[in-house]
């Protein structure tokens, strides 16, 4: 595994994934971060229907509240 640091969630800093699964006549959606390198992802959130970016946000601060060391690989 490469040598590399797990930076904050940010814009232009990490991935930040979405992901919608529809179904009859709805949608799931679930928003978390993910670092491309070694991983590692946040929690995800969402839920039905429409997405929220409440749940962006949650994903972000979960990230960065669980990486504050951003610890090296």
């Given at each position: 595994?490469?040598?590399?640091?797990?930076?904050?969630?940010?814009?232009?800093?990490?991935?930040?994934i979405t992901e919608t699964t529809f179904g009859h006549g709805e949608s799931f959606?679930?928003?978390?971060?993910?670092?491309?390198?070694?991983?590692?992802?946040?929690k995800r959130f969402g839920g039905y229907n429409w997405f929220d970016d409440k749940d962006l946000r949650s994903a972000q601060e979960d990230w960065n509240t669980n990486n504050k060391n951003l610890m090296e690989y």
């Open positions: 595994m490469k040598k590399h640091k797990c930076w904050e969630a940010g814009i232009g800093e990490s991935k930040i959606h679930r928003t978390f971060v993910k670092c491309e390198i070694c991983g590692k992802e946040s």
